[in-house]
């Protein structure tokens, strides 16, 4: 299963590409957590009217809720204060049930490097695209540069997403 940070959704509904999530994990469910939902629902609330595609594919079920247990929680309240409550449960899910995270947050990125947590970031999304051949390189450069005039992200290099 792969757990979903509010930020790659929010970068991907932006360029309006949140279909290649689809296309990459095809085989895996996707999933988000309630914390993550309510950021969502914020932002649509904020004006942020292109959330309102991943609002439909979590009621239509292709992007699920899943409940935190118990466990879950009790970790949740001793990770980082630093992280936003999306941040803490997508962590507490996925140190805990040992599943895949995708998140573009530094911090979180380099806490799940110190506890042995699996994710992938915005790059390594676009280096499964262009390695599975599901986008070009040049679709993907065009991607990122869309993603720095719409989003605001900047990438160090691209070097990361085409190494062979």
Known sequence: MIIIDTNILSTL???????????????EKIAILPG?????????????????????????????????TEEEILLKSELPASFDEGERE????????????LTNEKSV???????GINYMDLPDLLRTLWQSELLSKEKI???????????????KSTNKIFEE
């Open 13 to 27: 509904a932006k360029i309006e590409k949140i279909g290649l999530l689809f296309e990459i994990f095809k085989s």
């Open 36 to 68: 993550v939902y309510e950021e969502l629902r914020n932002g649509l609330k904020r004006g942020c009217s292109l959330l309102s595609e991943i609002i439909n594919l979590i009621k239509r079920g292709e992007i699920k809720i899943l409940p935190l």
């Open 90 to 101: 997508c962590v507490a899910v996925c140190k805990i049930r040992r599943f895949s995270l």
């Open 109 to 115: 990125k380099n806490f799940c490097n110190r506890e």
């Open 141 to 155: 450069s065009e991607l990122v540069t869309e993603i720095g005039a719409k989003d605001n992200i900047t990438f």
